[in-house]
């Protein structure tokens, strides 16, 4: 068949080109520059790529359905929904506990819900587009994760869900967290963005994050676990909530058949909705008020031969982490080092480390001195959000949040923590000349 030749010679020519232009073959040198995070692939995600391009469906198909079908299944929960970003997804997990299909468990405006100040705005930003109130509790060191021992402070007749993320791969302490929500009848959605992988000992069974919770969410951006280039998801053991997700996802819309589908249900034209007339096109009738998010099957193509690789991603991100911890034994004078949560096994998204208040040096200047040496650096994200301008009026209004207790840790990491990469582009030369450049700056300010 001429078009199978021509498909076979368009890929032997994608693999060809991955080979001349992608495929790296120069040795890592002291000097050359390290970076936090990175692709890594291989002709396979580019022969997707382009199968789907010649495909030219575009939008959601049969990649995409392959992708939700593979993920939910190395996972071990029931349903994954595709979005088109991690921040998609922790805005679809969000506003589908808003939905009125969930009766008097619905959140409503004025409602509260947990959460921490030291991560991503994403986790945070839909609470508060929402017009709902985040109640801000401190978080522990070193494991940069929720200080559980506050939760119960920050519990009101208010508040309506846990919405926290594992902190660059370590777990929180899902055992304490889950039980908490159980006993106060609060919705838990686990943001997983940089812990995929990550396994936590959970009612002594090991569970992947992000399964343990009602709704847990991730990113495939480029820097991530593993890549779409943009891309998220989110999953659940509920097909009610997985319904009420894909209806934000897609417009609001009532139907759930997958793109390119009709009358999936065998009901399209006799159902009765709101105040239409009876049998209108179910194709056409919205229960919410929703977005487009949906990824492209050209970016779902990309992340099924990356999730072919996550498990070697994992246990690369594991070795990376422990060989660079194993080889700073010496400064914890200076530096406060990570440590895994309590029963966790993590998957690690960075190397998190605090520089201790008796230190002889600042932030500043060892990360000015890690960035000179090509190491590239970055910091827990926002630090402390509510010192960022997008707070600045409700600070000065003193409304729109609330904070539990001082949120003292969470102001050390803002002045004080930063962490660099352990992602599978690393090799244990890099891994070394890090630890290097590292205990040199130390050694040279303990004088």
């Not at 009358?263 to 919205?286: A, I, M, S, W």
Request: hydrophobic residues 35%; neutral net charge; glycine residues 8%.
């Amino acid at each position: 068949m001429l078009e199978e030749e021509l498909h076979r010679q368009v890929i032997d020519a994608v693999v060809r080109y991955y080979e001349f232009k992608h495929k790296k073959t120069e040795q890592f040198k002291p000097g050359d520059r390290i970076s936090y995070g990175g692709r890594v692939f291989d002709e396979n995600e580019i022969i997707n790529l382009v199968d789907s391009a010649l495909e030219f469906w575009l939008t959601t198909g049969k990649y995409a359905e392959r992708f939700e079908r593979e993920f939910a299944d190395f996972f071990g929960v029931k349903y994954c929904s595709l979005t088109n970003s991690g921040s998609s997804a922790n805005l679809l997990a969000f506003m589908t506990l808003t939905s009125p299909k969930l009766g008097e468990r619905r959140i409503k405006k004025g409602d509260e819900v947990i959460t921490v100040a030291a991560g991503f705005p994403t986790t945070v930003a839909p609470v508060i587009q929402f017009g709902a109130i985040p109640v801000f509790v401190d978080v522990t060191l070193p494991t940069y994760n929720i200080d559980v021992a506050q939760m119960k402070a920050g519990l009101t007749d208010k508040t309506k869900a846990v919405m926290i993320a594992h902190t660059l791969g370590n777990p929180f302490n899902l055992q304490v967290v889950k039980d908490f929500c159980d006993q106060h009848r609060l919705w838990l959605i686990e943001d997983n963005c940089d812990a995929l992988g990550s396994k936590y000992l959970y009612n002594g069974e090991w569970k992947y994050t992000g399964t343990v919770g009602h709704l847990g969410t991730s990113s495939f951006y480029p820097p991530h676990h593993m890549t779409m280039g943009e891309g998220g998801a989110v999953y659940t053991n509920d097909i009610e909530l997985k319904r009420i997700v894909e209806s934000f996802r897609d417009w609001g819309r009532d139907c759930w058949c997958q793109s390119g589908h009709d009358n999936t249900c065998k009901h399209r034209f006799t159902q009765q909705f709101g105040e239409l007339p009876l049998g209108y096109d179910h194709k056409y009738v919205y229960s919410h008020f929703g977005y487009n998010l949906k990824v492209t099957d050209m970016q779902a193509a990309v992340g099924c031969a990356q999730l072919a690789k996550l498990p070697t991603f994992i246990e690369k991100r594991r070795q990376n982490w422990q060989l660079l911890r194993e080889g700073l034994n010496d400064v914890h004078d200076s530096l406060i080092l990570p440590e895994a949560t309590a029963n966790s096994k993590p998957s690690w998204f960075g190397f998190l480390v605090t520089v201790r208040e008796t230190a002889k040096f600042t932030r500043d200047e060892i990360v000015a001195h890690l960035e000179e040496n090509g190491i590239q650096t970055r910091m827990l994200f926002a630090g402390n959000l509510l010192k960022h301008p997008c707070f600045d009026e409700m600070r000065m209004n003193g409304t729109g949040y609330r904070v539990v207790s001082e949120l003292r840790n969470t102001d050390i990491i803002m002045n004080r923590t930063f962490w660099v990469g352990v992602y599978p582009g690393m090799n244990s030369d890099m891994i070394r000349y890090i630890q290097s450049v590292i205990n040199s700056f130390i050694k040279r300010n303990r004088t």
